[in-house]
């Protein structure tokens, strides 16, 4: 069964940087699509980033040029590295991934970004 597991979520002040991980467990095949969204309190689940085969990555506008996805096709594991972060950015992220025609999410972590 394939487990989507995050980690490097955390408390930070705004400015600062974060980096997240995902990795995929329990599929021998790469993932077609890795991708972050992030759900804020009260608010719906909102796509921040997402990396293809081929490395094609799309970002939120919010985001574009503060955050940076990649991936490792070798570990079928994504990051989002996050810097100059702001207390919008506050929310539980979540990994979320394709692999083969089956979609799959990890189970969040939490981002808290002090003004």
């Known amino acids: 069964q394939v487990q989507l597991v995050e980690s490097g979520g955390g408390l930070v002040q705004a400015g600062g940087s974060l980096r997240l991980s995902c990795t995929a467990s329990?599929?021998?095949?790469?993932?077609?699509?890795m991708a972050w969204y992030r759900q804020a309190p009260g608010k719906e689940r909102e796509f921040v980033a997402h990396?293809?085969?081929?490395?094609?990555?799309r970002y939120a506008e919010s985001v574009l040029g503060r955050f940076t996805i990649s991936r490792d096709n070798a570990k079928n594991a994504v990051y989002l590295q996050m810097n100059s972060l702001k207390p919008d950015d506050t929310a539980v992220y979540y990994c979320?991934?394709?692999?083969?025609?089956?979609?799959?999410w990890g189970q969040g972590t939490q981002v808290t970004v002090s003004s």
């Open positions: 979320y991934a394709v692999i083969w025609v089956t979609s799959y």
């Open positions: 990396i293809r085969s081929g490395e094609i990555t």
């Open positions: 329990g599929s021998d095949r790469s993932a077609n699509v």
